[in-house]
């Protein structure tokens, strides 16, 4: 059974950390903002959420995996509420350019 | 393995380092200075010091930056004509900061092996202050002096903050919101707070036995208040008006005066009564975090810029 839970979370966390080095990926050769602001809230929103995923198996009580959860959660809503921010700001910039 | 992340996570630092101080422009700089905080938190949980770790990242990263960040906006309306440093400066502080670093290299290098230490006395001391945490017990215990000089600071700073504001808009209030609050940030004003009030009273309830206290707590609820003002949900408060400055003074003055009954109780400057030491710092604790968040909201939101009303 230990075997699985593992199995799961080496899978669930290997994949998540895939989202990461992708973002970063993006982040670095795409070329323009909003692709750019894409990248990034790809890896902050599927590679954490996997990765939370992932380590849930592991939470040695149930109120640590509700931690767990409310950091994906907060970090998705700063990431969403950042992104969209900066997409306003590139948005406005783009005519005067 | 871990070795691995250690030497990842130096070189980082020492990279973004370099970035900083070779930046070109100024928010570039402070931006890279936020991300050195963040980092350098990492680096305090790679050496197991979470009180440390949490308090980098909220002051050092989270409230240094936004306070430089609106500085060097202010600064840049108004520029001076001439901004740039000359380059005997620039050398002078380079000299300088290699001076520091190489001194306190040394100092370390130098230490006995084992290093003189007084974390046994202060664990075996826990049991005696009924927290679990030394890292409180230390600051509000052992060393309540210090953490009561340390906010008597804060308020200085504030001060000094506050007399930057012209004679007649003296007593205004200062202004945070942009022309424009973006349907973004509004909206995370409206659904954040809860949250992260209720993070901050955890980290002030959770501090006593476990990392956390009263400064984490206090940033938090400063910055979820400074996320409401932002987005302008709410107006700043006037700094005359007195539920302001009460709530600046409680968190020392309740401090000083548990330091002043000692002497009644304890038989001493700041000693606690044997037994009852526990609900007395932590009453301590919940004042200092009203007052750290009052004081870091007012300290980023910056001198006054509108007139008192009435």
């Known amino acids: 059974m230990t075997g699985f839970v593992d199995a799961f979370t080496v899978l669930a966390v290997g994949s998540g950390a895939i989202f990461f080095l992708a973002g ?3 982040l670095l050769r795409f070329p323009d903002t909003l692709s750019r602001l894409h990248a990034l809230s790809k890896a902050d929103n599927l590679g954490l959420g996997l990765i939370v995923i992932g380590l849930l198996p592991h939470a040695t009580s149930v109120s640590a995996g509700l931690k767990l959860a409310c950091v994906w ?13 900066i997409a306003g700001v590139a948005r406005n910039r783009r005519p005067r350019a | 393995m871990n070795a691995l992340l250690d030497v990842v996570l130096v070189a980082g630092l020492l990279a973004l380092a370099l970035h900083v101080a070779r930046a070109r422009d100024d928010q570039g700089a402070i931006v890279g200075f936020i991300a050195f905080g963040f980092l350098l938190g990492l680096g305090w949980v790679r050496l197991a010091s979470i009180d440390v770790a949490l308090t980098e990242a909220a002051i050092g990263g989270g409230v240094t930056g936004l306070l430089l960040l609106r500085v ?25 900061c290699i001076a520091v670093t190489a001194g306190l290299a040394f100092v370390i290098l130098n230490l006995p092996s084992p290093p003189p230490t007084q974390a046994p006395a202060a664990a075996a001391a826990l049991d005696a202050t009924g927290l679990e945490n030394p890292v409180t017990a230390v600051l509000l215990a052992y060393r309540a002096l ?8 804060l308020i200085l700073a504030l001060v000094g903050v506050w007399s930057l504001a012209p004679d007649h808009l003296w007593g205004g209030a200062p202004e945070l919101r942009p022309a424009v609050v973006p349907e973004p940030l509004s909206y995370l004003a409206r659904v954040l707070p809860p949250f992260g009030v209720l993070i901050a009273v955890y980290m002030f309830w959770v501090g006593a036995d476990a990392p956390g206290g009263t400064f984490q707590a206090g ?9 409401v003002m932002l987005a302008g949900l709410r107006a700043a408060p006037d700094t005359r008006r007195v539920t302001l400055r009460l709530l600046l003074i409680v968190g020392p003055a309740v401090f000083l005066a548990v330091g002043f009954l000692g002497f ?3 038989g001493g400057f700041l000693a606690y009564p044997a037994g009852a030491a526990k609900p007395i ?7 200092l975090t009203l007052s750290i968040a009052v004081t870091l909201g007012m300290l980023v939101s910056g001198p006054s810029k509108r007139a008192p009303t009435s």
Request: charged letters at 15%; hydrophobic letters at 60%; zero cysteines.
């Open chain 2, 281 to 287: 710092i932590l009453g301590i604790e919940a004042a």
């Open chain 2, 72 to 96: 060097e906006a202010h600064t840049r309306d108004s520029s001076a004509p001439d901004r740039t440093a000359r380059p005997i400066t620039i050398a002078a502080a380079a000299v300088l």
């Open chain 1, 24 to 26: 970063t990926l993006g």
């Open chain 2, 264 to 266: 009644a109780m304890a």
């Open chain 2, 146 to 153: 210090d953490t009561l000089l340390e906010k008597v600071v």
């Open chain 2, 219 to 227: 940033t938090i609820l400063a910055a979820m208040w400074l996320l």
């Open chain 1, 73 to 85: 959660l907060l970090a998705q809503l700063s990431a969403a509420t950042a992104s969209q921010l």
